[in-house]
């Protein structure tokens, strides 16, 4: 089983709406979470950490359930320039300053 | 943002041939990896270093060498280029400790094209 899986989409969203994707991760002792954004021929940049009590940045909020071993991610109010894929990142084990990426969810806002 | 730079940004190279690229940072971190972004198969880890001359492999090293001489600078050695190392090449770094998990930044990446 991969250590972080993310459903590829598209995902192709109306401008001004709501998505939300989850996605999962396979070591339960998982301590660190992230949300990277990745425009086209770009470099992954942090979007934003996700900590047990969840975590909210302007349009962009972030959930972590522990029980179920899935991290989730909503924008709401969609911009065109929310197009990009988001990558799910988990610290696998504690004590290991490696981090597992996902493969992505592409999100496509469309006008 | 992170100051992390990557050299050369393009490279197109022959198979066979030995290629080194440059990660430079100015942010002191401890430490620094090297990654490859392939279609279908996201970021993958190549190599990374935890300090001045310590380095481990990471999940797909085999044909890649590493050195840190400098905190600043790490080099990722592709030590006779094949066709199937044709990739997106991303340096990140971290501050990272002891409890681990620290997020990480990356740089600009380098395109290489292994002819």
């Known amino acids: 089983r991969k250590e972080v899986e993310q459903d590829p989409g598209p995902f192709n969203v109306p401008e001004g709406a709501t998505v939300a994707f989850n996605c999962t991760y396979s070591n339960s002792a998982s301590q660190s979470f992230f949300w990277y954004r990745q425009d086209c021929r770009k470099e992954p940049k942090l979007l934003m950490s996700v900590y047990s009590s969840g975590n909210e940045d302007g349009r962009f909020t972030a959930q972590l359930n522990r029980a179920s071993q899935y991290i989730s991610l909503l924008i709401r109010d969609s911009k065109l320039s929310d197009s990009a894929t988001y990558l799910c990142?988990?610290?696998?084990?504690?004590?290991?300053?490696?981090?597992?990426f996902g493969k992505g969810n592409q999100v496509v806002v469309i006008p | 943002d992170a100051g992390i730079t990557q050299s050369p940004r393009h490279k197109v190279t022959e198979t066979g041939t030995p290629v080194t690229l440059r990660c430079h940072q100015t942010e002191n971190h401890r430490y620094m990896y090297w990654y490859r972004q392939d279609p279908g198969h996201g970021l993958r880890l190549i190599h990374y270093?935890?300090?001045?001359?310590?380095?481990d492999k990471g999940e797909v090293s085999d044909g890649y060498s590493v050195s840190r001489s400098k905190t600043e600078d790490f080099l990722l050695t592709l030590e006779s280029a094949t066709s199937s190392q044709t990739s997106v090449y991303f340096c990140a770094i971290s501050e990272g400790d002891s409890s681990g998990g620290h997020e990480q930044y990356f740089g600009p990446g380098t395109r290489l094209t292994v002819t």
């Open positions: 270093s935890y300090g001045v001359k310590d380095t």
């Open positions: 990142v988990v610290n696998p084990s504690t004590g290991n300053n490696r981090l597992a």
